[in-house]
């Protein structure tokens, strides 16, 4: 399961979700726009204020990265094994 971090106001953060529809795969989108308790939460997790965060669940939380590394691991084809 795939868990993204967003903020509502983003174009970083909508790409990433156009993303994730695009290769059909099942994910949570928590908008912390107005959660600054859970934001805080976040970035204290991976050390960094920036969004989208996108996280993966299979055994432990793995930290996936942000929109850029989203987008090269689906045009390297490695999103697609990850979340199969």
Same mark, same amino acid.
Request: charged share 20%; glycine share 6%.
């Given at each position: 399961?795939?868990?993204?971090? %967003?903020?509502? *106001?983003?174009? *970083?953060?909508?790409?990433?979700?156009?993303?994730?529809?695009?290769?059909?795969?099942?994910?949570?989108?928590?908008?912390?726009?107005?959660?600054?308790?859970?934001?805080?939460?976040?970035?204290?997790?991976?050390?960094?204020?920036?969004?989208?965060?996108?996280?993966?669940?299979?055994?432990?939380?793995?930290?996936?990265?942000?929109? %850029?590394?989203?987008?090269?691991?689906?045009?390297?084809?490695?999103?697609?094994?990850?979340?199969?």
């Amino acid at each position: 399961m795939i868990t993204i971090i %967003t903020k509502g *106001y983003c174009p *970083y953060c909508a790409g990433a979700i156009t993303l994730l529809n695009k290769v059909w795969v099942k994910y949570m989108n928590i908008d912390v726009t107005l959660k600054p308790d859970l934001y805080d939460q976040v970035k204290e997790i991976t050390g960094s204020q920036t969004v989208p965060q996108v996280f993966m669940w299979d055994i432990h939380w793995k930290f996936l990265g942000w929109f %850029t590394e989203l987008n090269e691991l689906h045009k390297s084809g490695e999103l697609e094994k990850l979340i199969k």
